[in-house]
T-cell receptor, first 115, second 116 residues
Framework: DTEVTQTPKHLVMGMTNKKSLKCEQH?????MYWYKQKAKKPPELMFV???????INESVPSRFSPECPNSSLLNLHLHALQPEDSALYLC??????????????FGPGTRLTVT | AQKVTQAQTEISVVEKEDVTLDCVYE???????LFWYKQPPSGELVFLIR??????QNEISGRYSWNFQKSTSSFNFTITASQVVDSAVYFC?????????????FGTGTKLQVIP
């Protein structure tokens, strides 16, 4: 099973709402990632979790709050977002093994619209 | 600093034509890894290939082939006999030790349109 699932697929939220994006993988991967992708741009790294600990935060505003409850789940909590935060949010996972970085497996993404 | 350049923003080909997508990278590290991903309109990035800096062998997988040349810092991707299903955005990516391996430097992507 090489699948990463993300829910919801689409989300429309107001600037005062609180919502959460969810990501799940059952490949035994110990690294999980959140990316933000704007139209016609490459994915931009937001957060990396390694063995359920936050290892990279790419200076993401605090209105985005990641959480890794266990090795299979990754959440992204959203609060007081701005319209410019509208984008495709991608979750990915990869192995953390010796021998260099392994390929990432991506979920289908959540298309977020902030009104 | 690391950089990946995909100079071709958009390419259109007629079905069954061959097409090559270019990727040029910059890194000071001697150990690094290169990847290609495909992003169809559905949005999900699909892994295609991983290559480390010590392995310059070219690779062929069905209609796909990759040419890695350290001398020119290039890792080009060729699709032979293109099909409509190949229409997607293709990203070349780099991971190296100075980025802690966890960071990925993506190129800006090449949008390929295969016309029937």
């Amino acid at each position: 099973d090489t699948e990463v699932t993300q829910t919801p697929k689409h989300l429309v939220m107001g600037m005062t709402n609180k919502k959460s994006l969810k990501c799940e993988q059952h490949m035994g991967h110990r690294a999980m990632y959140w990316y933000k992708q704007k139209a016609k741009k490459p994915p931009e790294l937001m957060f990396v979790y390694s063995y359920e600990k936050l290892s990279i935060n790419e200076s993401v505003p605090s209105r985005f709050s990641p959480e890794c409850p266990n090795s299979s789940l990754l959440n992204l909590h959203l609060h007081a977002l701005q319209p410019e935060d509208s984008a495709l949010y991608l979750c990915a996972s990869s192995q953390e093994l010796a021998g260099g970085p392994h390929e990432q497996y991506f979920g289908p993404g959540t298309r977020l619209t902030v009104t | 600093a690391q950089k990946v350049t995909q100079a071709q923003t958009e390419i259109s080909v007629v079905e069954k034509e061959d097409v090559t997508l270019d990727c040029v990278y910059e890194t000071r590290d001697t150990t690094y890894y290169l990847f290609w991903y495909k992003q169809p309109p559905s949005g999900e990035l699909v892994f295609l290939i991983r290559r480390n800096s010590f392995d310059e062998q070219n690779e062929i997988s069905g209609r796909y082939s990759w040419n890695f040349q350290k001398s020119t810092s290039s890792f080009n991707f060729t699709i032979t006999a293109s099909q409509v299903v190949d229409s997607a955005v293709y990203f070349c990516a780099l991971r190296s030790n100075s980025g802690g391996y966890q960071k990925v430097t993506f190129g800006t992507g090449t949008k390929l349109q295969v016309i029937p």
